[in-house]
């Protein structure tokens, strides 16, 4: 199956949409305080920067993906290791995003179900969903994007009629290092940019790649902007210092005594859970498709059950929600750069120099 530009820009938005929007006020404000909504902004330069690193060596080589371009470029042993590292990336942070959604369903939804209950299921819906291949799950972004961000819309509507704006103020007072240190660090929740290096070897246009996730650069930015700055106004900086999912004690503040009690909260919570049900779903689809290309199996799905196991086995391996956010965090910050920039950049160089690539078809 092939994607088409319009089905890359809303797959990105989902990706980026993930369960890290949730903690994201709470580590903006770490590092610039009530300024922090200004940092997706800058962010957004990083991404730009993120985005000309693979597309410019995805572009070399329209049609193929991470497994088909890298043994071009460097030789097997080397290739084969970049792409088993990417694979292994891949189900670690889908692991640990898949614990992170089960334990805020349990915390707001289902508080006596067990957690490996909620993680089986939701990766038995993704497995059906991953093993018809990328342009279902295409096609599936489609569909749930409304239901996505429609409720999400509503509960942020809600949220900016009650919110204490004065929590702002005063503005700016924050240096330029700080602005820069903070914007890098909230540029990786833009990491699933790194999906492209796979994604658009399966699309239409490749050529039109970078419309597509400029566009999704963009909109994710904006939006996170905004629910930073909802959340600092809604419940105040220090407070979202302190709370791990701080856009949620947000929505649990904002409905107050109103009388559709829960009704905010579950809004939120099916926006969410559609966004991170496309970005767990994509994680193991392309970790499966790595498998499946690098042995030249004829089925692309052959390893989607096999890797179920796996991806369950690391979302289990924290003991509590602290430490599951502690992972998160420092796997982000050690390991989330590599697959947006050096790797894709020197490959990209080594092709430059030896001037490969494909002919455009």
């Known amino acids: 199956g092939k994607i088409s530009i319009r089905q890359t820009t809303l797959l990105l938005i989902l990706q980026i949409f993930n369960t890290s929007i949730l903690f994201l006020p709470r580590l903006a404000a770490e590092f610039a305080g009530r300024n922090g909504y200004i940092l997706p902004v800058i962010a957004v330069l990083f991404g730009l920067f993120y985005m000309h690193c693979i597309l410019n060596l995805t572009g070399r080589f329209p049609k193929d993906t991470l497994v088909e371009f890298t043994p071009k470029i460097v030789p097997a042993f080397i290739a084969y290791s970049i792409i088993f590292l990417f694979a292994v990336k891949l189900l670690i942070s889908t692991g640990l995003e898949l614990r992170l959604f089960s334990e805020m369903i349990s915390s707001i939804l289902l508080p006596e179900t067990p957690l490996a209950v909620i993680m089986l299921s939701m990766l038995l819906c993704i497995a059906y969903l991953v093993k018809s291949g990328v342009e279902a799950e295409a096609r599936m972004a489609e569909i749930i994007m409304y239901f996505a961000l429609v409720p999400l819309a509503i509960v942020f509507i809600a949220a900016a009629v009650k919110a204490d704006y004065k929590q702002l103020m005063p503005f700016f007072q924050i240096t330029a290092v700080e602005v820069g240190k903070g914007a890098f660090f909230v540029s990786l929740s833009f990491a699933p940019l790194e999906f492209m290096l796979m994604m658009t070897g399966l699309m239409k246009k490749p050529e039109k790649a970078q419309y597509a996730v400029t566009k999704a650069l963009v909109i994710t930015a904006l939006l996170e902007m905004v629910i930073i700055l909802l959340t600092y106004a809604g419940i105040g900086v220090e407070e979202s210092k302190r709370q791990i999912w701080p856009v949620l004690t947000l929505m649990q503040t904002a409905k107050g005594s109103s009388s559709t009690v829960g009704v905010q909260e579950i809004l939120m919570m099916t926006g969410w859970i ?88």
């Open 274 to 361: 559609f966004s991170i049900f496309i970005y767990i779903s994509s994680g193991l689809y392309f970790a499966s498709l790595i498998g499946s290309r690098s042995m030249r199996f004829k089925r692309e799905n052959v390893w989607v059950l096999p890797l179920l196991p796996v991806v369950y086995f690391i979302g289990s391996m924290p003991g509590s929600l602290a430490q599951t956010y502690k992972w998160y965090i420092n796997f982000q910050r050690y390991f989330g750069i590599w697959f947006l920039v050096p790797i894709p950049l020197i490959l990209y160089l080594i092709a430059a120099a030896r001037g490969l690539q494909n002919e455009k078809k």
